[in-house]
């Protein structure tokens, strides 16, 4: 059993850059591969960002790629996303996710954490 807890949402400016994390206890982080999603109110929880276990492979959803940064620090436990230049659609519910599979496909992620608003402002 894996429990996940994110942290660093808020208010965020277009253009600004806010850090996410998600803190991981109670299994062995480093074999988890994990991810990023995000789900808007009225839409489809969406693929955002993950990254592999300790090669750190990484993989992002095209609306981020080149703003966001996915990273993981397995001494800490804990994976961040990097988000720069966010945009007002970038608003969301952002949750991190553990499985065995650093892949875009939500069924590949075992656990999940409770998620953290993100608000990007114009």
């Known amino acids: 059993q894996v429990q996940l807890v994110e942290s660093g949402g808020g208010l965020v400016q277009a253009g600004g850059s806010l850090r996410l994390s998600c803190a991981a206890s109670?299994?062995?982080?480093?074999?988890?591969?994990m991810g990023w999603f995000r789900q808007a109110p009225g839409k489809e929880r969406e693929f955002v960002a993950a990254?592999?276990?300790?090669?750190?492979?990484?993989e992002y959803g095209d609306s981020v790629k080149g703003r966001f940064t996915i990273s993981r620090d397995n001494a800490k436990n804990t994976v961040y996303l990097q988000m720069n230049d966010p945009k007002p659609e970038d608003t969301a519910v952002y949750y991190c996710?553990?499985?065995?599979?650093?892949?875009?496909?939500?069924?590949?992620?075992?656990?999940w954490g409770q998620g953290t608003q993100v608000t990007v402002s114009s």
């Open positions: 109670g299994h062995t982080f480093s074999i988890y591969a």
């Open positions: 996710a553990a499985g065995f599979a650093a892949i875009r496909d939500s069924v590949a992620y075992r656990y």
């Open positions: 990254i592999s276990t300790v090669a750190g492979n990484t």
